[in-house]
């Protein structure tokens, strides 16, 4: 009966599909709200479509949409919605069905900052449904954003390029605004429908008192260029090269802009380059740059330029930009990574030995493939013919909407930087044992040496040590300040939060050769950066943070802090020997479902710590069924917060680490759940261990995973079933 129950669903869902496919010649992005909670057809979530019209309406609704040189597009859409008459509304989905296409980068926040997400996927459809920050009521109005990067947006070869696709709200729409910026260099050759207005390479259409069932159609050609009109400055130039740089004092005639203003001259050009293409207009200079960045704490110690400032000096004058990374050394990878970014319309800053120049474009010299610059001090030339076709380091920038959330932290002399995150991960550079550390992902640490007027012969250097993380985890980090001399230090730490806005925390102290200091932060993506005691000094760590939930680990045993529920009388928190897979750690782990018709849960009150907020834990997913009827669920106050779909085609093959923000839950107590429901056949289970909520410590016995046969212990354990089915001892199918 459920062979035929399942065959059915997915005629169902092919039916659904198919019918989306005859309102499309190609993909399509389709919103779908959320009340009333019924089941459907095509989604593993019940709540994907409306039983009815009219449940709210969106006051705004805006598209923002941005094409990548490679055919991807980031996705925000903004919407302002008001609450009908649906009592208590507490989430939206909005789905994406992209043939072939494969989705990253989601997230949801609202003007408060981030929010909880959940996702579900069905064939090649993606549903996103957003917990809002509190229940809406009928007559109120609810502000939020969701964002997602979809593979292939456009499609395209060499230069030609097409995107098309189709847009439904569901419900009305007061104000409906399609915004899609294209490459920034590229050339649209045909655009339907008519565009409602149009700004060079940024497109939008506009509906005003749209109905429920109407849709957009976007339908746009568009060809690529290799080169970009970066506008050039020189630090060398009147009016500004004569003006002291950085924290230098207004009377210095001496470290001037000529001198050593060769990153912020190239920050400069690209931030004027992209505020030509702003609306309105806006222009800027290396003069005016460098006296705004001397007036806000634009420079570091070292008189290095501090990366976040850049994005920080273009939002306040209109100007969109973000810091979306940063890439160490030449090689193929990196030179993929500056040709998308190039292709896309984004110049980017290149480091080369004692200097800083611009890319602006792809070329060919000599029958080498190099790069357009634009170079502060020898004007516009090439990479092969000025620096060997090498650089050191490339910091990417875009002119489009990106993930905001980075770390910076930068090192006086005499020190070196070794940063570890909460997972213990580290990156930066220990000189008593001369390793280099490169676990932390999206992590580079630096050292940013600037020669004077660009000449490595002048023997005069400014050097800036810095290690950026972007998309840091909300945690704490630990700055290891290691001494390679006798002298004072200063470490700054300056952080993006999920907006953009940039907050600062300065610590100093001294040291000598050998010595370490350990100065732990905190991020949180609303707040920023928040700075704990310095320990000075700390050979070893000082251990501040304490894990708030009991027996996360589970090495108390059964009947400790967990309150445990099977509908099939089994125990959840079992010892090593009787469970078919090695635990993570210790010899204690939680097993949920193994047995049909089955609902487990293990659940505690906790007290959400005020700084680290992130929800980690373990877990190992195995299933004979197929997808769409067995669930994993970790839930906060009976929100789902993170889902399982349990079936052969999610399972983990071994331990995987789990985070979880839970940052808008700080300093509450709340009810944390783990939860698994399977069906009547082909079973499914969910094992999990070593959570921690406030600590970064994670367990230090784990256990090795060696080669195993999950299936061939769950066939042992069913003969050895069969073989006692009429003692006692035999009560579990798993």
Not at 281 to 291: A, C, I, V
Not at 486 to 501: I, M
Not at 551 to 573: K, V
Request: glycine content about 8%.
């Amino acid at each position: 009966m459920k062979a035929i129950l399942k065959s059915s669903l997915y005629a169902w869902v092919g039916l659904f599909f198919l019918i989306l496919c005859l309102l499309s010649i190609q993909n399509r992005v389709f919103g779908a709200p959320v009340p009333p909670d019924i089941p459907q057809v095509g989604a593993g979530d019940s709540a994907l479509m409306p039983s009815s019209v009219n449940a709210y309406r969106y006051e705004l609704l805006k598209q923002s949409v941005v094409i990548w040189a490679d055919g991807r597009g980031d996705m925000i859409i903004e919407q302002n919605m008001r609450n009908v008459d649906t009592a208590n509304w507490a989430d939206h989905t909005w789905g994406f069905n992209w043939s072939g296409g494969s989705y990253s980068g989601i997230r949801a926040w609202d003007d408060q900052g981030p929010l909880n997400v959940t996702t579900t996927y069905n064939d090649s459809a993606v549903f996103v449904k957003t917990q809002f920050r509190s229940t809406v009521q009928p007559g109120q109005n609810y502000r939020y954003f969701v964002a997602i990067t979809i593979s292939n947006m456009a499609e395209g070869s060499g230069n030609a390029w097409n995107t098309h696709w189709y847009t439904t709200p569901g419900e009305g729409v007061t104000t409906y605004i399609q915004a899609v910026t294209f490459p920034a260099n590229s050339t649209l050759t045909q655009i339907a429908p008519t565009p409602t207005n149009q700004n060079q390479n940024y497109v939008e259409w506009q509906q005003n008192n749209t109905t429920a069932g109407w849709y957009l159609e976007v339908d746009v050609d568009y060809t690529l260029s290799d080169t970009i009109a970066v506008p050039l400055y020189k630090q060398t130039s009147q009016p500004w090269s004569d003006d002291p740089y950085g924290n230098y004092p207004a009377n210095d005639t001496v470290n001037t802009v000529a001198k050593w203003g060769c990153f912020m001259t190239s920050a400069a050009m690209i931030i004027d380059y992209w505020g030509q293409r702003s609306s309105p207009q806006f222009r800027t200079d290396p003069g005016k740059y460098n006296e705004w960045m001397r007036n806000n704490n634009g420079y570091d110690a070292s008189n290095g330029v501090i990366h976040s400032k850049v994005v920080e000096y273009a939002k306040a004058n209109g100007v969109q930009l973000a810091n979306t990374g940063r890439l160490s050394g030449s090689s193929d990878a990196n030179n993929a990574q500056v040709d998308e970014y190039l292709r896309t319309g984004n110049p980017v800053i290149l480091g080369v030995p004692g200097h800083f120049v611009v890319a602006t474009g792809r070329t060919t010299v000599n029958g080498q493939a190099t790069y357009f610059i634009n170079d502060p001090i020898e004007g516009q030339t090439t990479l092969y013919e000025k620096y060997n076709n090498r650089y050191q380091s490339v910091l990417l920038l875009s002119g489009t909407p990106a993930d905001q959330r980075n770390i910076r932290i930068s090192g006086h002399s005499p020190i070196e930087l070794v940063v570890t995150d909460g997972l213990g991960r580290k990156t930066g550079y220990d000189p008593r044992t001369n390793t280099t550390w490169s676990e932390i992902p999206n992590a580079t640490y630096m050292i940013d040496k600037i020669a004077a007027f660009g000449d490595l012969s002048s023997g005069q250097f400014i050097e800036s040590k810095n290690l950026l993380i972007f998309s840091p985890l909300e945690d704490q980090y630990e700055i290891d300040v290691i001494g390679t001399g006798q002298g004072s230090y200063e470490v700054a730490v300056n952080a993006s939060n999920w907006n953009g806005s940039v907050s600062q925390t300065t610590s100093s102290g001294t040291t000598t050769s050998g010595e370490v200091d350990t100065i732990p932060v905190d991020y949180n993506s609303t707040i920023g950066v928040v700075a704990n005691s310095l320990y000075l000094p700390s050979i070893s760590k000082a251990q501040s943070n304490v894990n708030v939930i009991q027996n996360g680990d589970f090495e108390q045993g059964a009947g400790n802090a967990w309150q445990e529920s099977s509908t099939q009388g089994w125990a959840l928190i079992m010892q090593a020997n009787d469970l078919p897979i090695p635990t993570h750690g210790g010899n204690w782990s939680a097993w949920l479902g193994g047995d049909n018709n089955e609902i487990a849960t293990i659940s505690q009150q906790v007290q959400v710590p005020t700084q680290q907020t992130t929800l980690r834990y373990y877990a190992w997913s195995k299933s004979s069924d197929i997808c769409g009827y067995d669930f994993g669920r970790v839930l906060v106050n009976e929100t789902v917060v993170e889902l399982f779909d349990l079936c052969t085609d999610t399972d983990s093959n071994g331990w995987s680490l789990h985070t979880v923000g839970l940052s808008q839950y700080a300093g509450q107590t709340i009810a944390l759940r783990f939860r698994v429901e399977t069906d009547i056949s082909n079973g499914s289970s969910l094992f999990v261990d070593d959570m921690t909520l406030g600590s970064s410590q994670l367990s230090m016995n784990q256990a090795s995973v060696p080669e195993w046969s999950f299936d061939s212990v769950m066939m042992k354990n069913r003969q050895s079933q069969n073989q006692v089915e009429q003692s006692d001892h035999a009560k579990r199918k798993r």
